[in-house]
Antibody, heavy 121, light 111 residues
Framework: EVQLVQSGAEVKKPGESLKISCKGS????????IGWVRQMPGKGLEWMGI????????RYSPSFQGQVTISADKSISTAYLQWSSLKASDTAMYYC??????????????WGQGTMVTVSS | QSALTQPASVSGSPGQSITISCTGT?????????VSWYQQHPGKAPKLMIY???NRPSGVSNRFSGSKSGNTASLTISGLQAEDEADYYC???????????FGGGTKLTVL
């Protein structure tokens, strides 16, 4: 079974750093893009960025460029999303998802269960 | 403000058909056949319903169909069922910075 399993919920203070993870299984992890999507409470989906674990090619939405870092460790089939200094406005559910095709980054066919990040003093 | 424009809400009765629009520009929806549609039930992860404008992934009901005309893509759901009540999001590849943008989402209510 193809699946993405994300790390658990996090509660952090403003200014703290954080790295959440997304482990893929049941498919060739290095052959498909893995993206990250933010959903703030009660709001819509926002495409943050994407990485191709095979060669670490990474693209960011202009809205998130410089705000987060996306990385992957193909040896353990895991992608990461990290912040160096969290803000209260980073409070949201974060989903990872894999693309349906190895050659395009447009559609996500498998999604993780989501990681809720709460940033509060 | 989302890059792609969707109606905030649509509604229909069981058995009817509804269409959700997704309007972009020539730099995204109009320029590429890389439009996708997702269904999201409350508290759940999104589910891919349509990719590349009109293709259905395996397991998605043929009651869901997608199309595109110019800068506007559409998702049509025929034979509405209670379980179709959910939020629907479109997305498109955009040549601006080579990334993907989502629409603001549409809440479908089955009356």
């Amino acid at each position: 079974e193809v699946q993405l399993v994300q790390s658990g919920a996090e509660v952090k203070k403003p200014g703290e750093s954080l790295k959440i993870s997304c482990k893929g299984s049941g498919y060739s992890f290095t052959s498909y893009w893995i993206g990250w999507v933010r959903q703030m409470p009660g709001k819509g989906l926002e495409w943050m960025g994407i990485i191709y674990p095979g060669d670490s090619d990474t693209r960011y939405s202009p809205s998130f460029q410089g705000q987060v870092t996306i990385s992957a460790d193909k040896s353990i089939s895991t992608a990461y999303l990290q912040w160096s200094s969290l803000k209260a406005s980073d409070t949201a559910m974060y989903y990872c998802a894999k693309t349906w095709s190895s050659s395009s980054l447009d559609a996500f066919d498998i999604w993780g269960q989501g990681t809720m990040v709460t940033v509060s003093s | 403000q989302s890059a792609l424009t969707q109606p905030a809400s649509v509604s229909g009765s069981p058995g009817q058909s509804i269409t959700i629009s997704c309007t972009g520009t020539s730099s995204d929806v109009g320029g590429y056949n890389y439009v996708s549609w997702y269904q999201q039930h409350p508290g759940k992860a999104p589910k891919l319903m349509i990719y590349e404008v009109s293709n259905r992934p395996s397991g998605v009901s043929n009651r869901f169909s997608g199309s595109k005309s110019g800068n506007t893509a559409s998702l049509t759901i025929s034979g509405l069922q209670a379980e179709d009540e959910a939020d629907y999001y479109c997305s498109s590849y955009t040549s601006s910075s080579s990334h993907v943008v989502f629409g603001g989402g549409t809440k479908l209510t089955v009356l």
